[in-house]
């Protein structure tokens, strides 16, 4: 079974920055894509940010030019990268990774990560 384990939440001013980290460890998968949720009280899981096996992109319209998805593949580590925060990206972050064994995809999700900014 793959586990993820959500860290680099906190609380910061807004307009400051935050980086989180998700790291993955299970043998035998492979590693396809990495992406970064978030969910804030009263609002639907929103989709952040993504990034494919080959380091591919794409980010929500409201992060982009803010917020950088990264992947490092030796450590199956997954980074995001928040700057320029603001109030409104208060939210539980969650983490999700896409793997395949045995010729089947699988998602798995970390436990989620506070980010409160402040005005």
């Known amino acids: 079974q793959v586990q993820l384990v959500e860290s680099g939440g906190g609380l910061v001013q807004a307009g400051g920055s935050l980086r989180l980290s998700c790291a993955a460890s299970?043998?035998?998968?492979?590693?396809?894509?990495m992406t970064w949720y978030r969910q804030a009280p009263g609002n639907e899981r929103e989709l952040v940010a993504a990034?494919?096996?080959?380091?591919?992109?794409n980010y929500a319209d409201s992060v982009k030019g803010r917020f950088t998805i990264s992947r490092d593949n030796a450590k199956n580590t997954l980074y995001l990268q928040m700057n320029s925060l603001k109030p409104e990206d208060t939210a539980v972050y969650y983490c999700?990774?896409?793997?395949?064994?045995?010729?089947?995809?699988?998602?798995?999700w970390g436990q989620g990560t506070q980010v409160t900014v402040s005005s």
């Open positions: 999700n990774v896409r793997v395949r064994r045995f010729g089947a995809s699988y998602d798995y």
């Open positions: 299970g043998s035998g998968y492979i590693y396809n894509a």
């Open positions: 990034i494919s096996s080959g380091g591919s992109t």
